[in-house]
């Protein structure tokens, strides 16, 4: 495990980012990055404390299943109880994430270049910026997965104690479909899931059939589970075979 503290424009002021890189790497170029997009009142911690990725992703390298590859899991910002990554308040999230975290990995680690292929993930607010900033730089990810997203702007609400509208002040915020469909002809291979017994459920199932309707490729699966670390913690597993065969 490594951890960089990166001060950048786009936040006015310091970001983390946590990441495994695993052993015996020396040497090796051009190593994928998966980044992975925590959720609300988390941060650069969360997927390796709470979730374990790193180990998860240790077992599947040893097994053979994936190839090595960088896990970055970045803080989003830490503005309020989460900053679902949009440009808000004179900070830009977006960027922090899309430009700012891929730079700093390629200046730090040696084993990464512009030549590694970079992957996208998150949870619940994490989803939300994974299957948002990925429809919306295509050509920048070469896949993209979601687990318990939020797929509708609204649904912030749910989890957030700032109202809505603070982050509206500059922008009116996306939809996933609305990117999604924008940018239909340029996507990255998608998948996402959601418990059966997350309050996100009604959102995940309404976004399966838009892009259905859309005629949008995509990959779903539903499970036994709430919104929570335990669902959480199994189903990283799929993201990761997901990036390594993409």
Known sequence: MRFLTVKTPNLLGRGDICLYLPRATEGLLDLPIYILLHGVYGSAWSWALQGGVHRSALHFMKEGEIKPAIIAMPSDGLWGD??????????????????????AIREVIPQAGEASPLFIGG??????????????????????SAH???????????????????????????DVI?????NRDQLPPLRFDCGRKDPLLTGNRLLREQMSQEQIPYHYEEFEGGHDWAYWQEQVKKTL??????
């Open 82 to 103: 989460g900053t679902a990554y949009l440009p808000h308040h004179g900070r830009d999230f977006e960027q922090w994430i899309v430009k700012d975290v891929p730079q």
């Open 123 to 144: 949870l619940s607010m994490g989803g939300y910026g994974a299957l948002m900033l990925g429809a919306k730089y295509p050509t920048l990810f070469q896949g993209i």
């Open 241 to 246: 075979l997901f990036f390594a065969k993409a």
């Open 178 to 182: 609305d990117l999604l469909r924008e």
């Open 148 to 174: 318990s997203a939020i797929t509708r702007f609204e649904e912030m609400a749910l989890f957030v104690e700032e109202p809505l509208s603070v982050y509206q002040k500059d922008q009116v915020p996306p």
